[in-house]
């Protein structure tokens, strides 16, 4: 039997839970970089096929920035940090001081390093609670950036996932900056997409089995 | 995967270190695309997936499927788009290698078929959306850098 068929509505509980406590730090850390209040949307754990999974990231052909982490350790995983262009012009602006237009392609390595950063300090501390949390070791890679069609980033972590199966589950937490005109404006997405056996790890750690 | 007779266009977005292979007869107008996630169905760990993304199963049901629809099985030609490398990584698994592996993979069951590669643009590190037209037999490729690319 697949492993997804094996996922009842307490494991996505639990996923759910996982998004709340990761992407909730993660939201702080990022709140304080900018000095802005940033809103953290309830996280969505949902089970989807591939093409789904890329339509809730604003559809294959949608431009974004994006931060790629891969999790190594006890419950390998793929992460993404996925900002639309306009956010991330802003938010580099912001943390570096210079004019950049990442729709243009006018932009230089302190920008993309800038973004890294940014990547790098909010997937840190999504992971560091994620770890405190379920005491599990979870280490980081060095971020990768990509500027680029989400359908062709966001399908580099189904590459482990579709040898198992056609689904994959994400947990998705949306994140937005709070401002009174644009309220329903989603700003930024992490994706947390665990590998096939890091689900039972994860399950486990928090006390519940997968074949209940 | 899709087969498509003009005055329809083929069209796949967004891909990443995923192949997309068209395979197509020109006089009769047909072509078929795959688009591959894999090199090969023996890494599938579960006996009932889709064939349509490994690069093995995919290239030869294509062509069965298109020789069903009217193609004729010595006029295919084909052309591939994709196979990109989206992160840059000093080290990493065979896995990460996923991009370069499908293509060598697609042209190597290409090349069992007898199906001549006509036009290719792979490799890279850029995300590619691409659209196919029977009647021209032209592959419109279109990345976020260079714009809209025809071969």
Known sequence: ?212 | MNIVKAPYVIRTSGLGSCVGVVVFDQLQQIAGLAHIMLPDSSLAKNGSLSAAKYADTAVYDLVSRLVKQGARKTALKAKIAGGAQMFQFTSGSELMRIGPRNVEAVKKHLLSLRIEIVGEDVGGSSGRTIEFDPKTSILAIKTVNKGITYL
């Open chain 1, 1 to 212: 039997m697949n492993f997804i068929d094996k996922i009842s509505s307490t494991h996505l509980d639990i996923l759910k839970e996982i998004g709340n406590i990761g992407a909730g730090h993660a939201a702080t850390a990022l709140s304080i970089i900018l000095n802005k209040k940033i809103e953290m949307r309830v996280p969505n754990v949902r089970i989807v096929t591939f093409d789904e999974m890329i339509e809730m990231a604003g559809g294959a052909e949608n431009v974004v920035a994006s931060v790629y982490l891969r999790i190594e350790g006890d419950a390998p995983s793929h992460m993404f940090f996925v900002l639309p262009l306009e956010q991330t012009n802003k938010y580099i602006q912001q943390m570096t001081g210079e004019n950049v237009s990442f729709e243009t392609l006018s932009y230089d390595d302190l920008a993309l390093s800038a973004l890294k950063e940014l990547g790098n300090i909010l997937a840190g501390s999504y992971l560091t609670s994620l770890s405190d949390f379920t005491r599990l070791h979870l280490y980081p890679s060095v971020p990768a950036t990509s500027i680029d069609m989400v359908g062709a980033i966001i399908s580099y972590g189904f590459i482990e996932l579709s040898q198992f199966s056609d689904y994959v589950i994400v947990i998705d937490t949306a994140l937005n900056e709070t401002n009174v005109e644009t309220v329903e404006q989603v700003d930024g997405h992490f994706f947390l997409l665990p590998d096939p056996h890091s689900f039972e790890i994860i399950f486990q750690a928090l006390g519940v089995t997968l074949d209940e």
